[in-house]
């Protein structure tokens, strides 16, 4: 755990780093950092670890960056623990909370905000270096902005908004190398029960099978996700346990997340008490 926590304190120094001496001392500052900056999670863990179980516990919070323990990289995974060292931190109102205060300060500062508007590509200006100027809806309606900045994929936002015509051959090359990570399929239910008894609390739940965890990121991102009677990962939590303010006094909210590049349609009918006894019975271990 020391070196997990000297590996994250030392990422979180190099963008103070300023000046020449700084400059000459970050190799000595960040010593830990540089040493296992290039390798993987399951190396470094395999290297300081060799009970079994014990590497799978420590890895197990692979599903926060979608890559297995042997591709995700170890300070990325150091930073991830060392943020839930102290415990983690949860809005007061959920998710909402933090849209509706971005909101709020965007409107307050003259912004509008636009739902349910497509848009149907990026405007461009000149000829040998173009720059993105605006957007045009699908309605028609031009927008124009001194700065333009999209959240859709590079895919979307290059091919689809872009245009291809107006890309450069050595972007459109990167573009074809560009490897997506996994998305996740999630469940959000309410429950008439008090999940206190049944010995949750407000921490997260990552449950899986106890064997080779690159193994079963390779079946959670297989191409059939409704194979087989049970997932063989999850993530759980109570949103209500988290945020008590939220609790009706009757119905707790959980929220069930499974990680996956092919999302399909699944009966969950035929999930539903397979995957809620496999919930309880890893409590009580």
């Known amino acids: 755990m020391k070196l997990v926590r000297n590996v994250s304190r030392q990422i979180q120094l190099i963008p103070k780093m300023s000046g020449f001496w700084d400059n000459i001392t970050i190799p000595f500052r960040t010593k830990h950092m540089g040493k296992y900056a290039l390798f993987s999670l399951k190396r470094v863990i395999n290297w300081h670890i060799k009970d079994p179980l014990l590497q799978k516990v420590l890895n197990i919070q692979w599903g926060d960056h979608g890559l297995a323990p042997a591709r995700a990289s170890f300070p990325l995974h150091c930073a991830v623990m060392d943020h839930y060292f102290s ?28 739902t349910s508007t497509a848009v149907k590509s990026i405007i461009l200006e000149g000829d040998k270096k173009r720059k993105a100027i605006g957007v045009e809806l699908e309605n028609g309606e031009k927008i124009y902005a001194s700065r333009i900045i999209s959240n859709a994929d590079p895919g979307i936002t290059y091919l689809n908004l872009v245009k291809e015509q107006n890309l450069s051959a050595k972007l459109l090359k990167k573009l074809k190398k560009t490897k997506y990570s996994c998305s996740s399929l999630m469940l959000f239910l309410s429950v ?35 194979s087989g009677d049970v997932f063989p990962g999850l993530f759980i939590s109570c949103t209500t346990l988290k945020d008590p303010t939220s609790f009706d006094g009757k119905h707790h909210s959980l929220k069930s997340l499974r990680i996956s590049i092919q999302i399909h349609s699944i009966n969950l009918t035929k999930r539903t008490k397979s995957v809620q006894r496999n919930i309880w019975n890893s409590r009580k271990y």
Request: proline residues 2%.
């Open 192 to 226: 008439a029960t008090d999940v206190r008894k049944l010995g949750m609390d407000s921490g997260n739940i990552w449950m899986m099978d106890n064997r080779d965890m690159d193994g079963i990121y390779e079946e959670m991102n297989a191409v059939d996700i409704t």
């Open 87 to 114: 415990g983690g931190y949860y809005p007061m109102g959920g998710g909402a909370a933090i849209v509706k205060a971005m909101t709020n300060t965007l409107q307050k500062n003259g912004g509008t905000i636009r």
